[in-house]
């Protein structure tokens, strides 16, 4: 189980109990200790932790060491959306190669963004030219 301490650090706590009761016992005990805490984990977090947990106890209940899932009942938060945008081609090509910031990207390939732009600006030359 994961955790925030009040410096905003991380905190690990391993549950463990011998029976499905005590074990639940205890994470809801966990859960309420957590209740209220101002700093928490993204949802994003919450739902990857919620994916593992729920396979892990589906195993379980597949090797019929639990009778049901617990996790089932669980509803993991929604991750917010953020608005989509255009992108131009500098934000394309550092998507497409998977940089985290397009100044890595212009550093290693402005020189193809420089070469689109004068190919683009010669076409619309010529497209100018013809309809005059």
Same mark, same amino acid.
């Given at each position: 189980m994961v955790g925030h301490m009040e410096d905003g650090d991380s905190t690990f706590h391993y549950v463990h109990?011998?029976?499905? /009761?005590?074990?639940?016992? /205890?994470?809801?005990?966990?859960?309420?200790?957590?209740?209220?805490?101002?700093?928490?984990?993204?949802?994003?977090?919450?739902?990857g932790i919620h994916t593992v947990?729920?396979?892990?106890? /589906?195993?379980?209940?597949?090797?019929?060491?639990?009778?049901?899932n617990p996790a089932d009942k669980a509803a993991p938060p929604k991750i917010?959306?953020?608005? /989509?945008?255009?992108?131009?081609?500098?934000?394309t090509v550092q998507q497409n190669l998977g940089h985290h910031t397009a100044s890595f990207t212009l550093y290693i390939y402005g020189h193809v963004t420089e070469q689109m732009k004068q190919n683009s600006a010669s076409r619309m030359e010529q497209f100018i030219q013809s309809v005059s």
């Open positions: 109990a011998p029976t499905q /009761k005590e074990l639940t016992a /205890k994470l809801s005990q966990s859960i309420n200790t957590y209740k209220g805490v101002r700093s928490g984990l993204a949802p994003a977090t919450v739902r947990l729920h396979h892990a106890l /589906k195993t379980a209940m597949e090797e019929r060491l639990l009778p049901a917010p959306s953020k608005p /989509k945008g255009i992108l131009n081609d500098e934000q």
